[in-house]
């Protein structure tokens, strides 16, 4: 591993600069995904030329970390944004873990975080060994110790390295004692234009520490502690000590009481909004009430089945079945519920409009009910173990649903649409909210302002005069935080501008006017 050493520590070095380089102090946009690419095909070639050879299933792992961070590079909606960088920059660990035996497609959940706090050790402990002192061998003819000379370079690496915090340190403690020599420190300083010392002492130690992190990373991919064997996801890893009776009771229990609620829904199904109020509900309530609750009965109700089918002794083929058929039945029942819970989002936003977080809902409700098919599918193959991919897959699949949705695009466009129905109170167009929406809905907005007349277009041309003060001066921006939403969105503000000072924009007061009145662009509006 030490023969060539340096080939670690220069990557880990690259890659560390790469992280101040690209996003100290810089919007976030093609920058991450760049960052994951060259981390990435850097983690390839020095494959390449250490002769070590990664597994197939790695290349997915790759194309998936990458294709996961792009999204910082076409979208600026903030959920879509945060899961897309955890997602690949999760999904890039488990490469490193799994770079050269594939295993990640037959990991249960224990082994994924078994795995993970393998690697959080790794990280401590590989890039250490590059640093350890060589060991004396002994010349067994001549019975003398043969010691390996260190290479002067790693020697003065590490030399400077001790030595640069501890004269920061006593160089501060220096100038604070006399006057004299601290403006003779400062003037020394001033030569290379480091009046911001303490900044670049900061970034240059974790830089250092990235380093580190990096290095232990590929020593890791490449000279993992052991050769494991590929896992048995069927293979339970902790012992069963729950009875089949006891369980059975409560799998029982919950069917019973889903039953029960699943009853109560049926009616609302087939009776529709008259049920609704003869309840003493208006429309409205029923609209708004537990449809957040009931997605959170079901993914209980999914962990509830993973630890119980973990804990619980099945020796017996009729106990097996047993569990299988209470499991199927409990989330045929949730199915029911999801549904319900679906139906009560669509009224909901049939009443008030959409929203991120009833966007958010409408669009991972579906994914879970694939989740929850699919792991029935699995209890009647008796393939329970491969429940953590399947969890894995669902929710990339929910992040690209995301990305593919343009999500503020998509809530500019249902309100607009039902704003042109009418402006009734629940229909009418609530400008402070859109004003909340990122620029990716600013082609939805304009083409909704081209097309429309009156005092919605009124209200439509005031948020985009609004977006057009807020844009960012272009000398200042950076070519790290380059989105091609925002460029896009961009194009269409400046090249219309003559449009936006018909609302007398203010830039000091942040404001336009519509219709009369002063309407403030920094308004924030809670949903």
Partial sequence: MKKHSSRYLAAGLLIAWLVDFLFYKKTIGIAYPLWVLISILTLFFLAKIENIKPAKLSYLLGLAAFGLSTANFFRLEPLTRFTSV?????????????????????????????????????????????????????????????????????????????????????????????????????????????????????????????????????????????????????????????????????????????????????QYFFGGTENISIEGFTYAEYARRGFGELVIVAVLSLGIYLVFHTITKKHAQTQRRLFSVLSILIFVEVLVILVSSYQRLTLYESVYGFSRLRTYSHLFIPWLAALIITVIVLEVLQKQGHAALVVGFCSVGFIVTLIISNIDGF????????????????????????????????????????????????????????????????DQKDWQGYNLSQAAAEKILLKNEADWLTYQPDARENSVVLD????????????
């Avoid at 097309?451 to 209200?459: R, V, Y």
């Avoid at 009369?516 to 949903?527: T, V």
Wanted: with cysteine; hydrophobic share 50%.
């Fill in 86 to 266: 955890s997602a690949s920059l999760l999904i890039s660990i488990l490469l490193v873990i799994t770079f050269k035996n594939g295993f990640w497609l037959w990991y249960r959940f224990i082994d994924y975080l078994l795995n993970f706090l393998i690697y959080l050790g790794g990280v401590v402990t590989k890039a250490a060994a590059l640093f350890k002192r060589p060991k004396i061998e002994t010349d067994s003819e001549e019975n003398t110790p043969k010691v390996s000379a260190p290479k002067p370079l790693w020697a003065i690496l590490r030399g400077l390295l001790v030595a640069v915090p501890i004269l920061f340190i006593l160089s501060a403690l220096l100038a604070s004692a006399d006057p004299i020599f601290d403006k003779g420190l400062q003037n020394f300083f001033a030569l290379f234009k480091v009046e911001n010392w303490a900044e670049y002492f900061f970034r240059v130690i974790y830089i250092l520490i990235f380093a580190y992190i990096f290095t232990s990373s590929f020593l890791f991919a490449f000279f993992p502690d052991a050769n494991k064997e590929k896992p048995d996801p069927n293979k339970t890893w902790l012992k069963p000590f729950l009875g089949n009776i006891e369980t059975s009771i409560v799998l029982g229990s919950i069917a019973f009481l889903f039953g029960a609620f699943v009853l109560i829904q049926i």
């Fill in 516 to 527: 009369g009145e002063i309407f403030y662009c920094g308004y924030r509006w809670i949903d």
């Fill in 411 to 474: 809530i500019a466009q249902q309100n607009i649409m039902r704003a042109q129905i009418s402006d009734q109170e629940g229909y009418r167009l609530d400008s402070y909210y859109l004003s909340e929406l990122s620029n990716d809905a600013v082609p939805v907005i304009f083409d909704s302002y081209q097309h429309t007349n009156g005092s919605l277009q009124a209200a439509l041309g005031a948020d985009l005069a609004c977006r057009w003060l807020d844009l960012p001066d272009q």
